[in-house]
């Protein structure tokens, strides 16, 4: 019935295909401004959350020197090969979401 009723609109407009492609070029429009925005939000609350993870493992870290009595220094060594796991961690779990994408 719905059919029907945009089919009699049509003809009482006269509407032609351009204004068919105006019209999907908008929803179009529209669906990709939905996804980014989605991709959007979900980097800023992973930004977040990425921040917080930060402060517990530095406090982790602080702990762990402190239990076993490892100083030197500023600890840059300690925060390099830190920084490395997490880096090697993050990058898996980017191949890992990018795999799951395709299927």
Do not use: H, P
């Not at 429009?29 to 530095?58: P, Q």
């Not at 602080?62 to 060594?77: D, K, M, N, P």
Request: charged content about 20%.
């Amino acid at each position: 019935m719905l059919s029907q009723i945009k089919g009699k609109i049509k003809n009482v407009l006269g509407k032609t295909t351009v204004d068919d492609k105006i019209v999907s070029g908008v929803k179009y429009v529209k669906k990709e401004y939905k996804k980014n925005l989605v991709t959007a939000l979900s980097a800023a609350l992973a930004f977040v959350m990425a921040l917080y993870i930060r402060d517990v493992v530095k406090s982790w870290i602080e702990w762990i020197l402190a239990t076993f009595s490892i100083v030197g220094g500023t600890g840059l060594i300690y925060q390099t090969i830190v920084a490395l796991i997490v880096l090697t961690l993050c990058v898996l779990g980017i191949v890992f979401l990018s795999r799951w994408k395709l299927e």
